[in-house]
């Protein structure tokens, strides 16, 4: 930022880096009202990467009737394909038919989406936890021989809108679980957004006991109750160095009513930069990606750093760049953390 704010004071105990999962793009955009035309999309991509971000999760192969929002992978994810190499692009996929669509796309980094709560599988996925994970082996495996990278997400590690507490040790044997089946990486999510930050340490404590390395975890937190930021620097704290946010706030959960927005990703980079943390992020590019985007939504971002920040000048023009090179012709064409 232009005004030297916010003064960078490290604190001990923290990474030095930090690798932001941005979910905007498929986890914001999906619980969306309206359907987002797909030329937006691809832009609200470029810029998320033109503003420093490398790690965007695209979109999602779920069926339509799930997720109409989404509707549109097929057509969307040639328009931001130009990226990869740079940018990784993962996309989601409930099964088998959804990892054959991003397979066929050229998706190199798929993810797939598991409950640690009975009642929010069934939501869900329509099946029990068990089940869900019997349907995830063969896809996990099938991308591990593709030599795609596989991100599971754990849904309900924190509580549960039907059965409440969830307890630490259910959370980790699911979790031990998914990562069995080839996992590369594990996103913790807190759904609904109930996590305190001893909740946080308690449950990265014991799923380091049980041989989870905090190096294969990431955390995913809703802002439900003002403590995503705070469950977050409890993560750092014990060395978890990805997290997941969205550009703006965006998000929720269509299936789990009581879930309001993901942590914003101004946010996150607003205390990362307080903190001398790297994310390699411009924050006003990034503000002004979203203040774009809310325009285009109709309705201002619930971000409070971009609504702090909405007066100022920013540090770079908001202008993306090309979508894609000339030569790359379009192709034709519910869950959730």
């Excluded at 989404?70 to 969307?76: C, F, I, K, T, W």
């Excluded at 990278?149 to 259910?170: A, K, T």
């Excluded at 679980?177 to 014991?206: K, R, W």
């Excluded at 049980?210 to 003002?226: C, I, K, N, Q, R």
Aim: net charge negative; charged share 20%; aromatic share 4%.
């Amino acid at each position: 930022m232009t005004d030297g704010l916010p003064m960078a004071v490290p604190a001990q105990g923290l990474p030095p880096r930090v690798r932001i999962h941005e979910v905007g793009a498929r986890d914001g955009l999906q619980n969306e009202k309206a359907v987002v035309p797909t030329e937006v999309k691809a832009e609200f991509i470029h810029r998320l990467a033109h503003a420093g971000l490398t790690t965007v999760e695209a979109t999602s192969f779920v069926h339509p009737t799930w997720v109409p929002q989404l509707a549109d992978a097929e057509a969307l994810f040639p328009l931001v394909a130009d990226l990869q190499g740079e940018v990784a692009l993962p996309v989601l996929v409930p099964n088998g038919r959804g990892l054959d669509r991003a397979l066929a796309l050229g998706a190199r980094r798929v993810a797939v989406f598991a409950s640690a709560t009975e009642s929010f599988a069934r939501a869900n996925l329509n099946r029990t936890v068990d089940e869900s994970l019997a349907m995830f082996a063969p896809v996990v495996a099938r991308a591990r021989d593709e030599r795609m990278h596989v991100r599971g997400y754990l849904s309900m590690c924190f509580g549960d809108p039907w059965e409440g507490p969830v307890p630490v040790h259910q959370v980790v044997t699911v979790a031990k679980a998914l990562m069995d089946l080839g996992c590369d990486e594990l996103s913790l999510s807190d759904t609904i957004g109930v996590a305190t930050p001893g909740h946080v340490q308690a449950l990265l404590a014991e799923l380091n006991e049980e041989g989870v390395a905090t190096s294969a975890l990431g955390v995913h937190f809703h802002d439900t109750y003002g403590q995503a930021l705070a469950n977050t620097l409890a993560a750092l704290q014990h060395g978890v160095t990805t997290v997941d946010a969205s550009a703006g706030g965006l998000g929720g959960c269509p299936f789990a009513k009581s879930a309001t927005g993901n942590l914003a990703t101004e946010d996150l980079v607003w205390m990362l930069d307080g903190l001398g943390v790297e994310t390699g992020v411009d924050l006003g590019r990034l503000a002004d990606t979203s203040i774009w985007l809310a325009g285009e939504l109709g309705r201002p971002s619930p971000s409070r750093t971009v609504r702090a920040l909405s007066g100022r000048t920013a540090s770079a023009p908001a202008q993306a760049p090309a979508s894609r090179p000339a030569s790359q012709p379009p192709m034709a064409q519910p869950p959730k953390e």
